[in-house]
């Protein structure tokens, strides 16, 4: 898609899928923007916190997880951002959830190991979507979930579990995903594409796949938390039964991730739990990511 060639999104289509589950919701389209996640989270600083989706066709200051500067051409990556009030039991797990349901959309079920098959659209804890395949491994896309730090007004709709009380804060996530293909010049990794996944396959396209799964996804998380997502993970788990290394330089193997999320590391000191999520894991035959 060139950059002159207007790009058709389907914001109404995903305003009427959307709208029953999240009353007030708003789907918006810039053609730029320093960075949707930020964009949002500005809004629920001075309390407009109104379920809304937020698109950007072209980023100059996306980020991601650590700070990593995340930008694209326009038509190149779908750039989005969902905000909404959430109340769940434990916020444990939910960038894994969302990749879990990111993932699922673009590729609902997996193709089988072998040379001749499309990319596997795998997931990399904590919050990047990686292809698998003849090719090797390549970083997709990120995932980015931030929250305000005060409470959403009761007054504007969240999803709560059941019999809780809508004590909800705003929780803005935030999906970068390579459309078309894109030089690896100055990556640690090479970049997939969705191309890769599905010939064709374009922002828009994706975008409408995506967003409502993902909306009924974040309110059933809110009422049963990460461990029903957990088998899901493990079914994408690029990790699983690979050598890690951590940032602080540690070693070991992945062993999938508990029903909270966490990492589990087999390293010389045993078993370890990983949480934290300034804690970088890498496989160590691969560049760091």
């Known amino acids: 898609m060139s950059a002159t060639s207007p790009i058709r999104w389907p914001a109404e289509a995903i305003w009427e899928a959307?709208?029953?589950?999240?009353?007030?919701?708003?789907?918006?389209?810039?053609?730029?923007?320093?960075?949707?996640?930020?964009?949002?989270?500005?809004?629920?600083?001075?309390?407009?916190?109104?379920?809304?989706?937020?698109?950007?066709?072209?980023?100059?200051?996306?980020?991601g997880r650590l700070g990593r500067v995340w930008q694209s051409d326009v038509g190149a990556s779908l750039m989005m951002s969902l905000g909404l009030p959430l109340a769940p039991k434990d916020w444990s797990g939910l960038s894994l959830a969302v990749g879990v349901s990111v993932a699922e959309s673009l590729q609902?079920?997996?193709?089988?190991?072998?040379?001749?098959?499309?990319?596997?659209?795998?997931?990399?804890?904590?919050?990047?979507?990686?292809?698998?395949?003849?090719?090797?491994?390549?970083?997709?896309?990120?995932?980015?979930?931030?929250?305000?730090?005060?409470?959403?007004?009761?007054?504007?709709?969240?999803?709560?579990?059941?019999?809780?009380?809508?004590?909800?804060?705003?929780?803005?996530?935030g999906i970068g995903i390579n459309v078309l293909p894109r030089s690896p010049e100055g990556m640690s990794m090479p970049p997939g594409s969705l191309q890769e996944v599905e010939p064709g396959l374009d922002a828009p396209t994706a975008l409408q796949r995506i967003v409502p799964p993902l909306v009924a996804m974040l309110q059933s998380f809110a009422g049963y938390g990460f461990a029903p997502?957990?088998?899901?993970?493990?079914?994408?788990?690029?990790?699983?039964?690979?050598?890690?290394?951590?940032?602080?330089?540690?070693?070991?193997?992945a062993h999938g991730v508990g029903d909270d999320g966490a990492l589990l590391?087999?390293?010389?000191?045993?078993?370890?739990?990983?949480?934290?999520?300034?804690?970088?894991?890498?496989?160590?035959?691969?560049?760091?990511?």
Request: proline share 9%; net charge positive.
């Open 229 to 253: 997502m957990q088998p899901r993970f493990a079914a994408r788990d690029v990790l699983q039964g690979r050598a890690v290394t951590l940032s602080d330089g540690h070693t070991g193997t």
């Open 108 to 173: 609902p079920v997996l193709p089988p190991l072998g040379a001749n098959q499309p990319a596997r659209v795998g997931l990399k804890w904590p919050n990047d979507l990686w292809l698998g395949g003849a090719a090797g491994d390549r970083k997709l896309g990120g995932i980015l979930v931030e929250t305000a730090s005060f409470v959403a007004p009761q007054a504007v709709y969240a999803a709560s579990a059941p019999g809780q009380a809508s004590t909800a804060r705003y929780v803005v996530v």
């Open 265 to 289: 590391v087999h390293t010389a000191g045993g078993m370890q739990a990983i949480t934290s999520s300034e804690i970088s894991v890498r496989p160590t035959a691969v560049p760091p990511v």
């Open 18 to 63: 959307v709208s029953p589950l999240l009353p007030g919701f708003t789907v918006e389209v810039l053609p730029t923007i320093d960075s949707t996640n930020t964009e949002l989270m500005r809004r629920a600083r001075n309390g407009q916190c109104e379920p809304t989706l937020l698109v950007a066709e072209q980023q100059t200051a996306g980020r």
